[in-house]
């Protein structure tokens, strides 16, 4: 029978269990939505409250005791304080708060009267919901009590304990022993701390008699240190007059025994989370060593040992941490061991706690609760803060630790309690049973619109609050008929989820709710969007600290989210904050994130995201930043030896550009205290180094690390090592044998460095004898580093050597080199010196060489010096600037460049050696060939008309020769791509200066080439350009021009400022009549400044020439008004006409040749500089006429 209900019972519950699992009971929480539209009683809820232990600090102001409930109706809040009733409105001293259970102690007297356990009780008229349980403390202030203690008194030796017996207080407490001045009580494997706070003595020495023993508890919650009455203690020494000092100060030894903890075991049990403390505090001597153990297993590895070993601690103790633990204290003359049982205890931990539920009329409930602790705790359950047994149900069963509600009704809605307790503490916990029933409400807003990326989820939510529980399914455009298939999934909360959306799901959704007490309905709509895509990826950098990394990140969306996108930066998923002032590193333009000024925080993993409201892309790329190594660390010398070290050191960051060499630099504190300089260079593999040192040295090093940005900062200095003196290890360097004087040789050489002396008192000894004699070696022992060896022959060769010396001892024996005494100068000249002319501004000279028996010295090489005799047009010899050329070395000929053509020359040839020049060889006089003249230093159009140009030249400034004549060229060049053909006249008589071309073309402008010409050729051209006037001038003024140009140059300047027109222009009638018209023009113009001259006016500058006169001003014509004039274009002094007149040929006392020989030049516009002093001038009125072009 026993047997058939038990099972009848576990059917029971697995139908239940079953029907739970269709049910869905979730925990109780009405949303407002469904609030607002239905009015729905709940049952009261605990919201919020105070800890479960509330102390009354003295220095708070007050102290709230907080309970705060939901409900509807809103519940009303009463309180019991120890089983009782307790009503904080009937205490005018307690500060009350509205619409809660909140009531607040002030601290403004006696609050012990509060002390106490309070617990809130919150009720509507569906149920009650109960707080847990507060406890009120009210703490006293600790005081040690007023005592007046003895003296201890103790043979030294012997062991002795102070007890400390600190007040109660709250916890955490501390304790200290100290002296009267706070001077802390050394503790060590003699004296040491209980847990207890007691001092202990393992045994007494002399030096522990004192009178001011302090033990110290401090209270750090409530802020308080109290102080015990000092104590004393006298240590009775066995010192005696008739006992010889060391039998008077002999402690008898002992073997340990254990002053805390007595007996040989003990137990200690623990809460879960707590630390485990365990000491054993031997007494004895020698001082007993303790150590720990635990049966059969290792300590844990969270163990640690304080209190000179005598102390054993695990922290936050698990079960695991349970067991037989052991201490064992031991000198040489025995040991003693006491054994502790390790129970670890748990306080109640839920294992299922009770979940509010909402449950259909008819249904069964089934309420669980269930803990776990050590030991197991007992569950107690309640219903609406009473016990269940004064509140009877008939369809309520009790079945260990669950509750069964049979058929339950409306009126079964309540609050129920679940106490789990066991001695180490209690559990809680309010489970709200609603049973009702409600149609469906929606409580997802209508008409909804989500947004999907093409190929994957989307989800539309339909959160529906019903009871019983509704039927949901889902329909497409207005179909009646759910959507289905595998792309689509209802979840139990209502949302359907499409896997892999398309393109053809867009559209109009709704979700239909049904269940027994109505239906309910909402539309969604659904739109596919394209896929956020980045296309241009960032790619890994490294980049160099301090400079500007460049970022850049593109990426494709939706044309719909253009108003949404946004493309942000992430470091180390950390978004960057663009703060974009002045101070800020980081800038986002265009997609590109720029970071300005690199530093080592910059380095990590950066990442795009290109965001929409509906999908997102990412990309992320890693950022290095290089820089110099980070100074190495840890720099250890070992291997100390006389002459050598070694050097360990362990390498900085090398900020991702390996170290491809350590450089060990060394500082001395004698010769050069604080430079520091470079001993070694190893490869940037290499932690370690042998360092080879001179003697005598007190040395600190240092290593810094190199890598492909450059070299980093050196570590920090070791210490000092110094080297023992020793004898040089090598020999001076560099030595130079020189001979300033013929009967003398000077020996200097490169001296030691200070750091390869090796010791005190380095010298050199200077060794040397004669190379072509058999003769023994002369020695001289000096400090300097240079010696004079006096009354040598000249020029005859010595060995030598230098072997330095200090006072432990002498170099290694040193090479020898060879040198030469003083040099004279050499006694002889080069002979048989011959010319041979290359060109005309180049000659070849050779000699025969000096004989070396001559020299006397090594030979420096050959000089040649050479002058300008004459020009070979001018037959008088002067001696010209002297000019000198140098070749070192041995030779027997050379070329002498840059001559001047058409000239004669002189030379001398010598030697020359370390001391100086020798004598010079006879002179040789030469002549150079004649060369093209150099170009001619002025050209210019001296007058143009409207069928010819004159034109004037004045010979080159270095003809090189003898002129034949000069080469004349012109061509027609208007500003058209077309020339006319170069037309040549040749001026066979070289004192011709001037040249009139007639037959040219009216208003063209022509290009004049001139060039002069010796029978070696003719030179360099110079160019003109000129136009040509519209009709002939009675008596035109030269024509302004600017200096003259290098060939080519265009002179941009005419007569009539026309633009140029080609020849076949003239014959079209439109253009005839247009120069007519400009005619006519041109005519009324000095028409009327002729009448208002006659008037009497005149013009200021006229009225400046009338006032004051000068030569140059009075060579103007009349007839010249009107027109342009420049003052540095005025008629020569002494002349009355133009250069522009024609002169006949032969006649003209102006022509340029005549000047040839006197010092004429001209300004830089090509005027002369200078006068025709006393010259004749002549002039011809009446024109040559001839066919052809003549000389003017």
């Not at 890693?622 to 980070?630: A, G, I, K, R, T």
């Not at 010696?787 to 040598?792: A, D, I, S």
């Not at 006397?856 to 000089?863: I, K, Q, S, T």
């Not at 009075?1114 to 133009?1138: A, I, V, W």
Request: glycine content about 6%.
């Amino acid at each position: 029978m026993t047997s058939q209900k038990s099972w009848g019972i576990i059917g029971i519950l697995a139908a239940i269990t079953l029907f739970c699992t269709f049910d869905m009971t979730t925990p109780l929480h009405i949303p407002l939505e469904v609030l607002s539209h239905v009015n729905i009683e709940q049952l009261p809820t605990i919201t919020s409250q105070s800890p479960s232990s509330l102390i009354a600090f003295p220095f708070d102001e007050s102290f709230p005791v907080t309970c705060e409930a939901k409900g509807n109706p809103e519940p009303e809040f009463r309180w019991m304080k120890n089983g009782q009733e307790f009503d904080p409105f009937l205490d005018p001293r307690l500060i009350k708060e509205e619409q809660t259970g909140t009531f607040v102690i002030p601290n403004n007297g006696n609050l012990t009267e509060y002390q106490g356990t309070y617990r809130c009780y919150a009720s509507n008229k569906l149920g009650t919901a109960i707080s847990k349980e507060i406890e009120f403390i009210v703490p006293h202030v600790p005081k040690f009590p007023k005592e007046t203690l003895d003296p201890v008194v103790v043979e030294e030796g012997q062991p002795f304990v102070l007890n400390c017996d600190p007040p109660k207080g709250i916890p955490p407490f501390q304790i200290y022993w100290m002296t009267i001045n706070l001077q802390h009580i050394e503790q060590d494997e003699r004296v040491s701390m209980g847990l207890n706070g007691d001092l202990y003595f393992s045994h007494a020495v002399e030096k522990d008699s004192r009178r001011d023993y302090c033990c110290f508890a401090a209270f750090p919650r409530i802020r308080t240190i109290v102080q015990k009455t000092a104590m004393s203690v006298n240590v009775k020494t066995k010192k005696s007059h008739s006992m010889s000092p060391e039998i008077a100060n002999a402690i008898l030894q002992r073997r340990p025994l254990l002053m805390t903890p007595s007996g040989v075991r003990s137990e200690k049990q623990l809460v879960k989370g707590e630390d485990l403390k365990l000491e054993c505090i031997p007494e004895g001597f020698p001082t007993p060593q303790v150590e720990w153990v635990k049966m059969g297993h290792k300590l844990p590895s969270k163990a640690k040992l304080e209190s000179h070993g005598k102390l054993l601690i695990v922290t936050n103790v698990e079960q695991e941490d349970s067991g037989k633990y052991m201490c064992k204290a031991k000198n040489r003359l025995g040991e003693v061991v006491h054994y502790f049982t390790v129970n670890v205890e748990e306080p109640p931990e839920w294992a299922f706690e009770p979940e509010s539920q909402l449950s259909m009329i008819g249904s069964d409930v089934l309420i669980k609760c269930s803990a776990t602790g050590t030991p197991q705790p007992t569950i107690t359950w309640r219903v609406n803060g009473l016990p269940l047994h004064e509140v009877p149900a008939a369809n309520r069963k009790v079945f260990d630790d669950t509750v069964i509600l049979r058929n339950a009704k409306e009126s079964d809605s309540a609050v129920y309690q679940c106490q789990a307790s066991n001695r180490h503490g209690s559990l809680l916990a309010n489970a709200n049973i609603m049973v009702m029933n409600l149609p469906p409400v929606i409580l997802t807003t209508e008409g909804a619109d989500y947004s999907a990326v093409e190929g994957r989820s989307v989800m539309m939510h339909c959160n529906v609050f019903s009871s019983p529980p509704s039927t949901i399914t889902w329909s497409k455009d207005d179909f009646s008929k759910s959507v289905v298939g595998p792309r689509f999934s209802v979840h139990d909360n209502g949302t359907l989820e499409i896997y892999s959306t398309e393109e053809e799901d867009t559209g109009q959704y709704t979700c239909y709710a049904k269940n027994t007490e109505g239906s309910s309905a909402i539309e969604a709509t659904l739109y596919v969007k394209d896929p956020t895509r980045i296309t241009n990826a960032p790619e890994d950098q490294r980049i160099l600290i301090g400079t500007t990394a460049q970022l850049s990140c593109l990426a494709e969306y939706d044309e719909s989210f253009s108003n949404d996108f946004e493309l942000l930066w992430e470091k180390d998923d950390m978004d960057i904050g663009f703060n974009y002032t002045e101070n800020s590193r980081y800038f986002v333009e265009d997609g590109t994130l720029q970071i300005i000024n690199v530093s080592h925080w910059d380095q990590g993993v950066y990442t795009c995201v290109a965001r929409t409201p509906v999908d997102q892309d990412t990309a992320s790329v890693l950022l290095m930043v290089l820089d110099v190594p980070d100074a190495p660390e840890h720099l250890v010398l070992s291997e100390h030896k006389t002459r050598s070290v070694k050097l360990k050191w362990t390498p900085g960051n090398d900020h991702n550009s390996s170290i491809t060499e350590f450089i060990i630099q060394y500082e001395e504190s004698q010769w050069e205290p604080g430079n520091w300089k470079e001993l070694l260079r190893v490869p940037g593999n290499h932690v370690s180094a042998i360092l080879k040192l001179h003697g005598h040295v007190n040395y600190r090093f240092r290593v810094a690390g190199l890598n492909s940005v450059g070299r980093g900062r050196p570590s920090e200095p070791t210490e000092r090592y110094k080297t023992p003196p020793a004898a040089p290890d090598k020999n001076p360097e560099n030595i130079k044998i020189e001979g300033h004087l013929p009967h003398e040789m000077d020996i200097n050489w490169q001296p030691l460095l200070p750091i390869e002396h090796n010791g005190p008192g380095l010298e050199y000894k200077v060794s040397y004898r004669r190379q072509d004699l058999e003769e023994d070696w002369k020695e001289h022992m000096v400090k300097r580093h240079s010696f004079v060896v006096t009354n040598t022959p000249t020029f005859v060769p010595y060995e030598i050597k230098i072997q330095a010396r200090n006072n432990q001892g002498w170099a290694p024996e040193p090479k020898i080199v060879t040198g030469y005494s003083g040099e004279d100068f050499p006694s002889a000249a080069p002979e048989n010196v011959a010319v041979e002319v290359m060109n005309s501004s180049a000659v070849k000279v050779s000699w025969t060489r000096v004989h070396k028996d001559k020299l006397h010295g090594h030979l420096g090489g050959y000089r040649i010096n050479w002058w300008r005799l004459r020009s070979l047009l001018d037959s008088k010899k002067s001696h010209g600037d002297k000019h000198t050329l140098t070749f070192p070395g041995d030779h027997n000929h050379a070329a002498i460049p840059r001559l001047q053509p058409f000239s004669e020359y002189s030379l001398i040839v010598m030697t020359f050696n370390g001391r100086g020049n020798g004598p010079g060889s006879h002179p040789v006089n030469f002549k150079t060939p004649e060369a093209v003249p150099e170009k001619n230093a002025v050209f210019r159009v001296t007058d143009t008309q409207r069928h010819s140009v004159s034109l004037a030249w004045a010979p080159p400034s270095e003809p090189n020769g003898i002129l034949t004549g000069y080469l004349l060229e012109y061509q027609l060049s208007n500003d058209t791509e077309e020339v006319g053909p170069l037309q040549t006249v040749d001026i066979s008589k070289p004192d011709t200066t001037k040249w009139t071309l007639r037959d040219l073309e009216p208003l063209s402008k022509y290009t004049f080439h001139l060039r002069s010409c010796t029978t070696a050729g003719c030179g360099p051209v110079v160019t003109e350009e000129s136009t040509t006037t519209l009709e002939t001038s009675k008596s035109a003024s030269p024509t302004p021009r600017s200096t003259p140009k290098s060939p080519m140059t265009k002179s941009t300047q005419s007569t009539i400022g026309f633009a140029s027109i080609h020849g076949g222009i003239s014959n079209q009638g439109w253009f005839i009549g247009l120069l007519c018209a400009i005619a006519l023009l041109t005519l009324i113009v000095l028409i009327a400044c002729f009448v208002n001259r006659n008037k009497g006016g005149k013009y200021s500058v006229k009225e400046k020439e009338d006032l004051h006169p000068d030569v140059e001003s009075q060579g103007m014509n009349d007839d010249t008004f009107c027109e342009y004039s420049d003052n540095d274009e005025k008629p020569l002094k002494g002349s009355r006409h133009s250069l522009s007149r024609e002169i006949k040929a032969g006649d003209s006392g102006d022509s340029l040749v005549d000047y040839a020989e006197e010092d004429v030049h001209f300004n830089e516009d090509g005027s002369f500089i200078g006068e025709y002093a006393g010259r004749k001038e002549k002039r011809v009125s009446s024109e040559i006429k001839a066919p052809a072009q003549i000389p003017a």
